[in-house]
Each structure stands twice: as structure tokens, then as C-alpha cells.
Nanobody, 122 residues
């Protein structure tokens, strides 16, 4: 199983980034896919999740209205479009997989990969 997040970088406050996640090694279409993040010295937290079909999405209150999660099952890809970035969005972002469901609980996510660092500065 591989989950490779990419697209991170340094951006100014108010800017945008699009993260991508390439999945392999499991039946992608049967898994909900999430984005979580972990800032330095803090616990990993939920950001967004999308159901296996892409039909439903859920967001943390802190990013709702600014971030958009989407997926392309044919390409085995998940995306996170981030807009109006704030300093508090600075973190390493991960894209874990959850079998059958799409919840906010990191303990329900079976597969994790390497994250991508997003740094937002003024």
C-alpha cells in the first residue's frame, strides 16, 4: 500500500495550494479518503474526508468554506484545494484511507503514507 501526498510548499497568507494524493496497493474505490494534518508540537487533526463514491464530503469547522476535497477513482487520486490560507494551516498534511466509511476519526483510517508540508507565512 502506498499513499503519496504531494503539492505542499510555502505560500503567503491568503494564498492557495492544491494537494494531491496518489494511492496504490488497495481497492481504492472501496475506501473513504481523508486529509489530516499535524502541526509541530500538536496532535494530528482531521481536515476533510470524502466517501468512496465522492458523493459526500465533510470538513473540519476550521477549514469549511476554504478547502475542497475531491477524488478521481479512475486515476486513484485524492485532492485538497486550499484557498485563503492562514498561518494556522501550517502543518504536514496526510491522506489516509478508511475502509468503507468516511469519518473524522484518525483511528478508523487503516492506511497512512508520507505527508507533505504546507507552510503559510505572512
Amino acid at each position: 500500500v502506498q499513499l503519496q501526498a504531494s503539492g505542499g510548499g510555502q505560500v503567503q497568507t491568503g494564498g492557495s495550494l492544491r494537494l494531491s494524493c496518489a494511492a496504490s496497493g488497495f481497492t481504492f474505490g472501496k475506501y473513504g479518503m481523508g486529509w489530516f494534518r499535524q502541526a509541530s508540537g500538536k496532535e494530528r487533526e482531521f481536515v476533510a474526508t470524502v466517501t468512496w463514491s465522492g458523493g459526500s464530503t465533510y470538513y473540519a469547522d476550521s477549514v469549511n468554506g476554504r478547502f475542497t476535497i475531491s477524488r478521481d477513482n479512475a486515476k486513484r487520486m485524492v485532492y485538497l484545494q486550499m484557498r485563503n490560507l492562514k498561518a494556522e494551516d501550517t502543518a504536514v498534511y496526510y491522506c489516509p484511507a478508511e475502509k468503507g466509511l468516511a469519518t473524522r476519526d484518525k483511528n478508523n483510517h487503516h492506511y497512512w503514507g508520507q505527508g507533505t508540508l504546507v507552510t503559510v507565512s505572512s
